[in-house]
């Protein structure tokens, strides 16, 4: 395990670096309507004007932000785990692993898409209509897939959770096999990846087991794929492997709408 003492600064000011990145994505989701469910289960604020409704929608992706950045401060470099953000990534570390994080990132975005065309007709009529819908080309859903995806999910599931469970593994199991427990700390984190994004899924329709399992296997296996990005390098390829996987699948959407 390549641990890292990070420089003596505190774990506010090494925390500071990554929710400020962080914000960017949580302030992408002012590009997002307000959400129906909110409203059905809350009659009473369709009331309030539509900047505070919008602002009202960031406290719970701000909070998970900060913890996670925190968290990760605190135990990620224990485990080998890095940041060059938070400073915990060694001089020669910095420059590594940029190309590699891109090249998988669009790799495993297209490869995404692509499954989610391949598996599309198993999961009836309403499914194609609504990914139909969803895949149209759309610069704000782009953007937020990037800053959103690509950096806060990044700073919560991978350098929140992630480093917490590996952590928490690490010591339950005596300080050894590390190995074993980066496996087991991504592998849940996938699973809470994957099952993040059913609840958006089911706002917007009924699902069904197979569009259930769909969204937990394909959102799992990319969230295994930045993992081990992570691992082997640092968070912000991780991030950039992320952002470049939304770049992907919305190049293959518009490729798909312009042959249709």
């Known amino acids: 395990m390549n641990s890292f003492t990070p420089p003596k600064r505190t774990v506010l000011r090494r925390a500071v670096a990554l929710v400020a990145v962080g914000l960017l994505g949580v302030l992408a989701l002012l590009l997002q309507p307000v959400p129906e469910a909110l409203l059905a289960q809350r009659p009473e604020l369709a009331e309030m004007p539509t900047w505070m409704l919008k602002g009202l929608t960031l406290l719970n992706p701000m909070v998970l932000l900060i913890v996670a950045a925190l968290l990760g401060v605190l135990v990620a470099h224990r485990v080998g785990l890095r940041s060059v953000l938070a400073g915990t990534a060694q001089p020669k570390e910095r420059a590594n692993g940029w190309w590699l994080a891109a090249g998988v990132g669009l790799a495993t975005g297209a490869l995404l898409a692509c499954m989610d065309l391949a598996v599309a007709p198993c999961l009836g009529e309403p499914w194609q209509h609504f990914l139909s819908q969803a895949s149209r080309p759309n610069a704000k859903a782009l953007l937020l897939g990037v800053l959103y995806g690509g950096i806060t999910e990044e700073i919560v599931m991978r350098w929140g959770l992630m480093s917490v469970l590996t952590w928490s593994l690490w ?17 849940v984190t996938a699973l809470v990846f994957g099952a993040a994004h059913l609840p958006v899924l089911q706002a917007q329709m009924d699902l069904s087991f197979g569009i259930a399992l769909r969204t937990l296997c394909l959102n799992g296996f990319a969230s295994l794929v930045y993992a081990w990005i992570f691992w082997r390098y640092h968070l912000e390829a991780a991030m950039l ?17 312009l042959r249709s």
Not at 241 to 257: F, I, Q
């Open 171 to 187: 010591i339950v199991s005596r300080r050894q096999r590390i190995g074993g427990c980066f496996v087991v700390a991504a592998l």
């Open 241 to 257: 492997s992320h952002a470049c996987s939304h770049l992907a699948m919305g190049a293959v959407w518009a490729l798909m709408s």
